[in-house]
């Protein structure tokens, strides 16, 4: 595993959409290899970050459920951030 991921499940703060949006980058460019990829695959790979952000997300908020500060309800405004 790469020791350069970031927590995103933090007990004081919950994730910005900024940190999620960065590991998203992360994982892509890990999981293809590309550092920035060519312009003919650049749809695929900005498609592919905001697929794994939009799914970090959903994981952090139903793994936060239950907890106080902001859940889906505070974060529906944001989700059109990663479409």
């Known amino acids: 595993m790469c020791r350069s991921i ?3 499940r933090r007990p ?6 900024d940190e999620i949006s960065a590991a998203a980058l992360q994982f ?7 550092q920035k990829p ?9 498609d592919a970050v905001k697929e ?8 952090l908020e139903s793994l936060s459920q239950g907890r106080s500060g902001r859940g889906s309800e505070g974060r529906a405004e944001s989700a059109g951030d990663f479409s």
């Open 38 to 46: 060519s312009r003919l695959n650049q749809a695929v790979f900005d």
């Open 28 to 34: 892509v460019r890990k999981v293809s290899g590309f």
């Open 12 to 17: 004081a703060a919950l994730a910005t959409d």
């Open 52 to 59: 794994i952000a939009r799914a970090t997300l959903r994981l």
């Open 6 to 8: 970031k927590v995103l």
